[in-house]
């Protein structure tokens, strides 16, 4: 939220003279925390470098018809010779000058810089200047002539022209803090801070509020029909004003706004907006001629009425919404939200109702989510307004638009209060402060605090005080919330440290274990050369609708979602991978290695479940992606692509490094995960446990994400491998001191013999010189015969406890060649 620093010394004017930065520093410790502060100017640039000049001389270019080559006075001791083409420019003018290495800012926000030049031959030391070229007008047709002869030349431009500057503090406001979503706000807590600080009651100058006036000519207000309950809606409150004219904003108005970024409208919609930023309290005007009926009823429309905001979007409501409609349930505005297309206030229009409301929060945060809006409005009525605000912020408004625009008020208030909140009444003593704080404090102390917070404490029994907490605090309601409000006004720094450390050893947990091993995992992929992604943990349904991988009625939906991209629980880690991967590849950036530890989400109906959560499931995965070249062609070498077998080697290190040796785990290829893959390896354990997923991406995907370069995607069921890790015992062993022998096979097999397969058996075979095996050729051709392939393997032996000698090795690989060629079938090549 912006805070415009000009703005919030019309409520405190002892911030006069302040320094903003300072003033930053004690919101951020009073518990506003400010997230930036920029200083802005009403003309970009600050008109810094420009001058009033005087044009002594005025001749023809000698080079140019419509050139002219002016002296002018700048206040120096010597004259500046200028180049103008401007046909109104003439000696003896008051002008607006642009000197050498000024920055200029045009209309579109393009930038150029005034230089020395020749034009035609001619020196130019500066530019004499049209309203346009310095941002403070539309005249373009030719240089600006100030009826000014008694300004003194050289007098910077904006000391001239009182260029208005200010500061704008950016806030950012927790969801407690709804009091000070506002300019007053803000002032008021600043104002309980000083007036602490400087041990006497400072109360903030309050906004000038005109109550609206008895007027001659009389008008039929608006009429109100409520139709939702007292609990959706506690307070809706409207005034009409007839026979005024929409006009401009007065220049101060259209400061107020654009200090903070606002952009003016009207002079009605701009009111409504001030008093928004002022006070805090939104409010609404409606083009009364355009209220069918000269009625409004607040009521929930039926499921899938269109509506049309002002933003010239359609919505579908929900049924959930305040809406505001007039007689014939016409809907003109989402209550709290946006108003519609066709209802607002145009500059043709005469006669308007204000309306002020108090929203229940809760309905106006689902209706501002399941439409994707999130409006100045929305922000303050989910976090609680005080009821008791309409009426001033209704008197505000009416007083400003009655002022700018004229107009007569209609005699009647329609003020519909039908939940009456009370103050919050408390007692709390100094003793208990004291005790949550940690710090003592006095009675006197605690009632000057209470005093600026506008509690109104009243002495009882002993060191007690009975307060009445305000209506704006919306989050006040127990003593301990009271004792944080002092604690911000006493000073969180005020309170000292005891210099003692408190410390919890304690012995470490599973979790423990599983955090470090998934710490030490992540340093290993990242040594592959992945890099860690975090994806959002919600999606959309939209990926998950036309396909047969996960179902959509497992899907666990979002109640209240924050769009219609994130409005389910994620089944899966994929879909967050191949968005990444997306967003890269449209960035040229084609390669991509990326891993992620996430949760996974399903939901499955079970009548027999105990509590309605036993229905949901949680499991923790780690996604792996693979996409691209592995390096881009060059002059020396060609471009690698990436495939399925590299994800593969990647996971099958990842095993090994917990513990899973190739006799841990079986590779099979399942047929039910044909809709995520197109080619999919599973990897499952001795009891059939699923360990991981490793394959190609299915093209629905792909288009899905609109990614058309192949993906390779393993998903890895970390619940599953942490449990076996934490079982896994490490045992360290000495480097052996004996050299490896390789030998090679070249097997003759049948096409279903899977490389997993035969190194199962192999390993079976021989159990203690053999160390382990690779698969370095794979070949298939017409000069085999028909279903067969030869694989070519090397095989890696080695006795730890001396060099082996050549009857040993014949030994070993005899047996792993007879066990191979006994369950396989095999034979030599």
Request: aromatic share 8%; proline share 5%.
């Amino acid at each position: 939220m912006n805070i415009s620093f000009n703005w919030l010394q019309q409520y405190l004017p002892r911030l006069e003279g302040y320094n903003p930065n300072e003033v930053a520093e004690t919101l951020t410790a009073i518990g506003l925390e400010v997230a930036g502060v920029e200083q802005t100017e009403s003309v970009r640039g600050g008109l810094r470098g420009v001058v009033i000049g005087r044009t002594l001389t005025c001749i023809p270019h000698p080079n140019s018809d419509h050139l002219h080559v002016c002296t002018v006075d700048l206040g120096e001791e010597e004259p500046v010779q200028i180049v103008c083409g401007a046909p109104n420019v003439a000696a003896g003018q008051t002008v607006i000058v642009a000197t050498v290495g000024t920055t200029l800012y045009g209309p579109d926000g393009e930038s150029f810089k005034i230089k020395k030049s020749k034009l035609r031959g001619e020196p130019s030391m500066g530019m004499i200047c049209s309203q346009v070229e310095i941002g403070m007008g539309a005249d373009s047709s030719g240089i600006w002539v100030l009826d000014d002869e008694t300004v003194k030349p050289g007098t910077p431009a904006a000391d001239y022209f009182d260029l208005a500057s200010d500061t704008v503090i950016e806030i950012d406001i927790t969801p407690n803090r709804v009091d000070a979503t506002s300019h007053y706000g803000v002032a008021r807590d600043l104002a309980a801070y000083y007036s602490y600080r400087e041990g006497q009651v400072i109360r903030a100058e309050r906004p000038t509020l005109t109550k609206p006036q008895s007027v001659d000519a009389r008008a039929s207000a608006i009429q109100v029909e409520m139709e939702v309950s007292a609990e959706d809606c506690p307070r809706y409150q409207g005034v009409t004003i007839r026979g005024l004219k929409c006009v401009e904003s007065p220049d101060w108005l259209k400061e107020r706004l654009q200090s903070i970024g606002q952009r003016p409208i009207n002079a009605v919609v701009d009111v409504t907006n001030f008093v928004l930023h002022e006070i805090g309290q939104p409010l609404h005007a409606f083009d009364a001629q355009k209220i069918a009926g000269g009625l409004l009823r607040i009521a929930h429309l039926p499921a899938g009425t269109p509506f049309t905001t002002l933003d010239g979007v359609e919505h579908k409501l929900t049924g959930m919404e305040n809406m505001i409609c007039d007689s014939q349930l016409t809907p003109l505005c989402i209550g709290g939200v946006m108003g519609g297309l066709d209802s607002g206030v145009t500059m043709e229009t005469t006669d308007i109702f204000i309306e002020a409301a108090n929203f229940n929060p809760t309905i106006t945060r689902r209706a501002a989510r399941s439409h994707g809006l999130s409006t100045d409005s929305s922000f303050r009525f989910e976090r609680g307004l005080d009821p008791e605000a309409t009426d001033w912020a209704l008197q505000r408004a009416v007083s400003l638009i009655l002022e700018i625009c004229g107009g007569k008020l209609a005699e009647e208030t329609v003020d519909h209060y039908r939940m009456h909140l009370d103050p919050v009444e408390l007692t709390i003593s100094t003793d208990y402060v004291s005790r949550a704080i940690g710090r003592e404090l006095t009675a006197d102390q605690l009632q000057l605090i209470l005093e600026a917070l506008e509690m109104s404490p009243k002495a009882v029994e002993g060191d007690a005080f009975a307060i009445s907490v305000p209506r704006y605090r919306y989050d006040v309601t127990r003593p301990v919330d009271v004792v944080e409000e002092v604690l911000r006004i006493y000073g969180y720094n005020a309170v000292p440290l005891s210099g003692y450390v408190h410390a919890s050893l304690s012995k470490q947990s599973d979790q423990d274990h599983i955090y470090h091993a998934q710490l030490k995992l992540s340093e290993l992929l990242t040594g592959f050369g992945y890099r860690e992604i975090l994806n959002n943990s919600l999606t959309s349904r939209q990926y998950f609708e036309g396909q047969k991988a996960f179902d959509p009625n497992q899907l666990v939906p979002i109640e209240n979602p924050l769009s219609q991209e994130l409005n389910v629980l994620r089944p899966t880690l994929l879909v967050g991978g191949l968005e990444t991967i997306s967003d890269n590849v449209h960035r040229k950036q084609p390669y991509c290695a990326l891993y992620e530890w996430g949760n996974v989400y399903r939901y499955k109906q079970n009548d027999l479940a105990a509590t309605p959560l036993d229905q949901y499931t949680q499991a923790h995965r780690l996604g792996l992606w693979l996409s691209g070249t592995l390096m881009p062609n060059s002059w020396t070498t060609a471009g690698e692509a990436t495939s399925p077998y590299m994800l593969r080697g990647v996971v099958e290190k990842l095993l090994a490094h917990m513990g899973f040796t190739t006799e841990d785990y079986s590779v099979t290829t399942p047929a039910e995960c044909h809709d995520l893959w197109s080619d999919v390896v599973c990897y499952t354990d001795r009891e059939g446990k699923s360990l991981a997923y490793v394959g190609v991406v299915s093209n629905y995907w792909l288009t899905k994400c609109d990614i058309k370069q192949s993906v390779y995607y393993a998903e890895l069921y970390s619940d599953t491998l942490m449990a076996y890790l934490l079982q896994h015992k490490v045992v360290s062993t000495e480097l052996s001191k004996y050299p490896t022998v390789k030998r090679d096979l070249a097997l003759l097999i049948d096409n279903d013999i899977s490389y997993e397969a035969l190194a199962r058996t192999a390993s079976k075979a021989e159990r203690k010189l053999l160390q382990r095996i690779e698969l370095f050729d794979v070949y298939t051709g017409k000069e085999l015969p028909k279903g067969k392939k030869s694989y070519a393997l090397s095989f890696y032996l080695r006795d730890d406890k001396g060099t082996l000698r050549d009857a040993q090795i014949d030994a070993a690989m005899k047996r792993i060649w007879q066990a191979i060629e006994q369950e396989y079938h095999a034979t030599l090549r």
